[in-house]
């Protein structure tokens, strides 16, 4: 099998000339007299996790007396890092050990190694995942054709976070100086696409590029190289992707002090919030090198994105519910990215580009999801929002409300976004053939009372018919308005009155 190669990390070295103000140092809790290199942070900007060189407490060292483990610091209720914890096994083992990627939820987590049946086998990567425990043993992933192309001695790699993609570099020579970017698709299960060099723009047999770290709008490129126009040795750039081909990029910018110097400078982490660079540095350091964090100029800044987060509950109990997740954008039912809810508490974290109209939902074997959606077309700043999902358990007397059911003002015209919510329905009745339903349609107290129960009426009978048109005999499903008269919440708010607004289906 072909299997990914993760090899010996370098890290950046920052000279002392740069404002106290510019480049914080994250003190004793997380630095220490060992080697403290490649940052990773969560992109809620709360998990730090990196490598600490020959500390007395890693896993069995590994090569002529070297060890790297990775380590990890959270953030307080005040945002102060914790002291460093040592990861335990799985996540350390007795190998030279590093984190590559954590998911925004993180509920997964990437490392160095290929590992099968959660034995190392060989340099490569592999997915963790939470359980009530701890981490899963790892799994490997497969790249296709990935040893054939990577020959020489160093690779480094990054998932984004939408789960989707891989960019890595690596070197195409044995000697190893001069690393090339490439990009590799998730095709099913653990298996990807055949590496695909990224762009001309990172590909010169006379420049390194290597180090490339993807912002959470999943445009912004940031990578490490010596290109002309850096100051000195490799040097931090940014460019951005212009399309969906990933082939198309700006002209790489460099970023410039604080973030670089004359040195050697590589391995950049970035938040979803984009306001602060991750970064190792030896000057003043603690020890050799210290983790450090970076205020980024507004022009080296990502496109902004919005985080949310909440949690999953079975909507009949109330209880949280370990569960997937997927985002997707409308009209055009496109699998933007996915997620899982911790099998702990259901907790969840996504995060979503500006630019779309979303839908985002939660699955889990015997029950069905109420999606959520949320209209980001419209670009602003960065923010988090709060939004917890509901599993309605299929049982009689169940009812579930189509959150992703749209209708002009006044209308009972379903429109085009509305289509993939009542696939997924007729997906469920045909899973379930036994299973019929009523579905209602229901108003605010606004307008006139008869007009708004025709309304209903009608906006229940345009879903039913949609559903009938797919192959759901209309024996399985009553259709039924009530107007005003079945409220969820408060019609003194307008937050109340748009919960009241509603097309919901009850399990006869």
Request: hydrophobic share 35%; charged share 25%; glycine share 6%.
């Amino acid at each position: 099998m072909k299997k990914w190669i993760l090899s010996i990390l370098f890290f950046t070295v920052l000279t002392p000339s740069f404002a106290q103000s510019e480049v914080e140092n994250l003190g004793a809790n997380v630095n220490s007299i060992h080697s403290e290199i490649k940052p990773v942070i969560s992109a809620d900007g709360n998990i730090l996790f990196f490598i600490v060189s020959n500390h007395p407490e890693n896993t069995k060292q590994a090569e002529k007396g070297k060890s790297e483990d990775i380590w990890y610091s959270t953030k307080d209720e005040k945002g102060n890092w914790t002291k460093a914890i040592h990861a335990q096994y799985p996540l350390n083992q007795q190998n030279f050990n590093a984190v590559i990627w954590v998911s925004p939820d993180g509920n997964r987590i990437m490392i160095k190694g290929y590992y099968e049946d959660g034995k190392y086998q060989n340099r490569g990567i592999s997915m963790c995942t939470k359980t009530a425990s701890g981490w899963s043993t790892p799994k490997g992933q497969i790249i296709k054709d990935y040893d054939d192309l990577s020959v020489g001695k160093f690779a480094n790699q990054l998932m984004t976070n939408d789960g989707k993609y891989i960019i890595f570099s690596f070197s195409e020579t044995k000697d190893g100086e001069i690393n090339t970017l490439y990009y590799s698709k998730l095709e099913k299960n653990d298996k990807w696409s055949k590496p695909k060099k990224l762009s001309d723009l990172f590909d010169d047999p006379k420049f390194n590029y290597m180090s490339p770290s993807l912002a959470s709008d999943g445009v912004t490129l940031y990578f490490s190289s010596n290109r002309p126009g850096g100051l000195g040795n490799n040097d931090i750039w940014m460019s951005k992707r212009l399309d969906d081909s990933w082939k198309k990029w700006s002209d790489p910018v460099n970023l410039g002090p604080p973030v670089n110097t004359p040195k050697w400078d590589a391995y950049f982490a970035i938040d979803a919030s984009g306001e602060y660079a991750y970064m190792s540095s030896s000057d003043k350091s603690i020890g050799k090198s210290d983790i450090v964090r970076i205020k980024l100029k507004e022009s080296d800044k990502p496109n902004p994105v919005v985080l949310i987060s909440g949690n999953v509950y079975n909507a009949k109990t109330k209880e949280p519910i370990s569960a997937d997740l997927v985002y997707e954008t409308l009209p055009n039912n496109e699998e933007a990215g996915n997620a899982l809810s911790s099998p702990i508490d259901g907790s969840y974290k996504i995060v979503l580009p500006y630019g779309n109209l979303y839908s985002f939902r939660a699955f889990a074997q015997n029950f069905i999801s109420e999606s959520a959606n949320i209209d980001l077309t419209k670009v602003e700043a960065y923010q988090e929002i709060k939004r917890d999902l509901y599993l309605v358990p299929i049982e009689k007397g169940q009812t579930v409300r189509l959150n992703n059911i749209f209708f002009d003002f006044g209308k009972a015209t379903l429109r085009a976004e509305s289509y993939p919510e009542l696939d997924r329905l007729v997906t469920i009745m045909k899973e379930n053939s036994k299973m019929s339903i009523e579905m209602s349609g229901h108003t605010d107290n606004v307008g006139n009372e008869a007009s708004n129960l025709k309304l209903s009426e009608e906006r229940a009978q345009s879903v039913t018919q949609y559903l009938i048109a797919k192959g759901i005999k209309a024996n399985r499903i009553m259709a039924k308005g009530y107007g005003k008269s079945k409220p969820v919440s408060t019609n003194d708010t307008e937050e109340g009155r748009q919960l009241n607004r509603r097309v919901e289906f009850t399990i006869m």
